[in-house]
């Protein structure tokens, strides 16, 4: 089965505080996309990163990283310095080799000033 | 680019009716999907499209929902009667192919009452 599970659902911080959303997922194909989306209120889903299960590297845009550890199944999320347009849903969603791609329950996060 | 187009926007309708949905993708992209996104929750794919055959439409309920994409360009997704349940946000996206990255479509908000 293939299933991504985001734990937290709700979480508020203070502008400029770092933030790190939890993303775990399953699969049993040996390739596969692991993705973050931003969902403003404005409902759009806002395409963050993408990252294939053969690159481990973690990788930083600004004050976004993602930290991809295949051993525990894990791709995580960081904002650094979060400010208040940071508030919206996040997903994490996994594309496996058929194409489709199945989203975790996402996290709410609240930036406040 | 032209992002993914879809309307109606919003739609208001009573159980037992029936409603239409309508995608219009970017140009050359040959894989298109439906989503439906219940509020609260990620997004759960409906049906996936490969031009105008149906790749995977195992989440589809198909006692009401139905889809096509006829040409292999603009989409509808039709439900036929509406239960209260069906209430959403239908969303749209397409891809290059399915080893691409999804572009979605701002979605249409169904609510039934």
């Known amino acids: ?113 | 680019e032209a992002g993914v187009a879809q309307s109606p926007r919003y739609k208001i309708i009573e159980k037992r009716q029936s409603v239409a949905f309508w995608c219009n993708p970017i140009s050359g992209h040959a894989t298109l999907y439906w989503y439906q996104q219940i509020l609260g929750q990620g997004p759960k794919l409906l049906i996936q499209f490969q031009n105008n055959g149906v790749v995977d439409d195992s989440q589809l309920p198909k006692d009401r929902f139905s889809a096509e994409r006829l040409k292999g360009v603009d989409s509808t997704l039709k439900i036929q009667p509406a239960k209260l349940e069906d209430s959403a946000v239908y969303l749209c996206a397409s891809s290059r192919d399915r080893n691409y990255g999804y572009t979605f479509g701002s979605g249409t908000r169904l609510t039934v009452v």
Not at chain 1, 30 to 35: A, C, P
Not at chain 1, 41 to 46: C, D, Q, T
Not at chain 1, 63 to 69: E, G, I, K, M, T
Not at chain 1, 94 to 109: P, S
Request: one cysteine or more; glycine letters at 6%; aromatic letters at 14%.
């Open chain 1, 1 to 113: 089965a293939q299933k991504v599970t985001q734990a937290q659902t709700e979480i508020s911080v203070v502008e400029k505080e770092d933030v790190t959303l939890d993303c775990v997922y399953e699969t049993r194909d040996t390739t596969y996309y692991l993705f973050w989306y931003k969902q403003p209120p404005s409902g759009e889903l806002v395409f963050l990163i993408r990252r294939n299960s053969f690159d481990e590297q973690n990788e930083i845009s600004g004050r976004y990283s993602w930290n991809f550890q295949k051993s525990t199944s894990s791709f995580n999320f960081t904002i650094t310095a979060s400010q208040v347009v940071d508030s919206a849903v996040y997903f994490c969603a996994l594309k496996n080799q058929g194409g489709k791609l199945i989203f975790g329950q996402g996290t709410e996060l609240s930036v406040k000033p």
